[in-house]
């Protein structure tokens, strides 16, 4: 059974940094794209940065030159460092695995989220 668990949440003050990691197991045949996705209380789930499995990467431009993701293919884990945090950064992180099987079907897999707090 596969699994996204995250890790590298937590409290930091206005202007601190903070590394997110999420490391997939389970029956893996092939991963694709890999992501962040953030949800504010109140607001939706949106997404932060994606990379793809070339290493092809976007970032949503509240976070640019803020943030930056990578992934380790060998360990199936990607990463997301977040360094000038600021308060509107407040929120669960998700990460999102889109996983391919043998025949090329598309499967999305969620974390269970980490929480990131921003003081001001």
């Known amino acids: 059974q596969v699994q996204l668990v995250e890790s590298g949440g937590g409290s930091v003050q206005a202007g601190g940094s903070l590394r997110l990691s999420c490391a997939a197991s389970?029956?893996?045949?092939?991963?694709?794209?890999m992501a962040w996705y953030r949800q504010a209380p109140g607001k939706q789930r949106d997404v932060v940065a994606s990379i793809t499995s070339g290493g092809n990467t976007a970032i949503t431009d509240s976070v640019k030159g803020r943030f930056a993701i990578s992934r380790d293919n060998a360990k199936n884990t990607v990463y997301l460092q977040m360094n000038s945090l600021k308060p509107e950064d407040t929120a669960v992180y998700y990460c999102?695995?889109?996983?391919?099987?043998?025949?090329?079907?598309?499967?999305?897999?969620w974390g269970q989220g980490t929480r990131v707090s921003v003081s001001s």
């Open positions: 999102y695995a889109d996983l391919r099987t043998p025949l090329g079907r598309s499967i999305d897999y």
């Open positions: 389970g029956g893996i045949f092939r991963i694709a794209t």
